[in-house]
């Protein structure tokens, strides 16, 4: 009997190819800059580990979030990418991702981000289409506000608050000020190395008449501005620790973290734009990690 040779599925491998392009474009990997504080929200408010339910839909919820608004970003500045000699070649502008592609993954995610918020809890449900608003919004802020950047970083400080409110249920009692601390410091975050990255887009913001902080008051403004809000970042963060009384792992966290802030805002100058990428991927991401890592050891010795 000669033997069955399975041959290959064209239709299987081509929609893998396009949801692998489609990941690379909205740098899925790059999740973890928030979904660090989505669980800081939730164990800060679960006093420890938060419930198998809670953490699972709240993961989902935080990846199709950020799948959400990142599809949506680059559907609604594929006309700008493309005249931007550092975004020229985004699967989004020369084609290899369709308009049908992405409005498919920008539907499903808002099912999937819709099913989580309804199986948390009422209150998470309730404040679903508000958080829906930033997600699809925070894309068109460039076009008309140098503020853009803390739009972006509200946007993303909901993550922390979202965690919050899927354990405790609630958002606008006395006990939910850590909820809009972390909210406020993940916000100044978010907008400060926000503003670092847009200096490198400086000359092309200007050309097409787009609002950053750097294209309209200048790089060395932008990365003063930046340092600023990590400044106040740490801050903030510092306050929380004391209002919740957290203990030794968190303060080493907190100082390890602004050790890398401040590396961060040293390797970044006005003269020299060459090292952004590594201030923003790498360094960031250690940061989200460092503080969650802090925070949870804090509550469980």
């Not at 006093?47 to 699972?56: E, K, S």
């Amino acid at each position: 009997m000669a033997n069955s040779i399975t041959r290959p599925n064209p239709k299987a491998n081509s929609l893998l190819a396009k949801v692998k392009t489609f990941l690379e474009l909205i740098k899925f990997e790059h999740t973890i800059f928030a979904l660090p504080f989505a669980y800081l929200g939730m164990v800060l408010a679960a006093g420890g580990l938060p419930t198998f339910h809670q953490f699972f839909w709240v993961t989902m919820a935080m990846a199709s979030a950020r799948t959400l608004a990142f599809a949506v970003n680059r559907l609604v500045d594929r006309r700008y990418d493309a005249t931007n000699p550092r975004t020229a070649r985004r699967p989004s502008v020369t084609g290899e991702i369709s308009l049908q592609v992405m409005l498919g993954f920008v539907g499903l995610s808002l099912l999937v981000l819709g099913i989580s918020a309804a199986l948390l809890n009422p209150l998470t449900l309730m404040l679903f289409p508000g958080a829906v608003v930033f997600l699809l919004g925070y894309s068109y802020t460039k076009r008309f506000t140098s503020l853009c950047h803390w739009v972006l970083g509200f946007t993303d400080g909901l993550a922390p608050m979202g965690g919050w409110v899927a354990v405790r249920g609630s958002l606008f009692t006395p006990d939910d000020l850590p909820a809009w601390l972390l909210m406020f410091a993940v916000t100044l975050w978010i907008a400060g190395f926000d503003v670092i990255y847009a200096c490198q887009d400086v000359e092309h913001d200007r050309k097409e008449k787009l609002f950053s902080w750097p294209s309209r008051n200048g790089i060395a403004s932008g990365l003063f501005v930046a340092k600023a809000n990590h400044v106040l970042t740490v801050l903030i963060f510092a306050v929380l620790g004391l209002v919740l009384g957290l203990g030794w792992p968190y303060w080493i966290g907190l100082v390890i973290a602004a050790g890398l802030l401040i590396y961060e805002n040293a390797i970044v100058k006005p003269n020299d734009l060459s090292r952004i990428n590594v201030a923003f991927f790498n360094i960031n991401s250690y940061i989200a990690v460092t503080l969650f890592v802090g925070t949870f050891l804090a509550l469980l010795i």
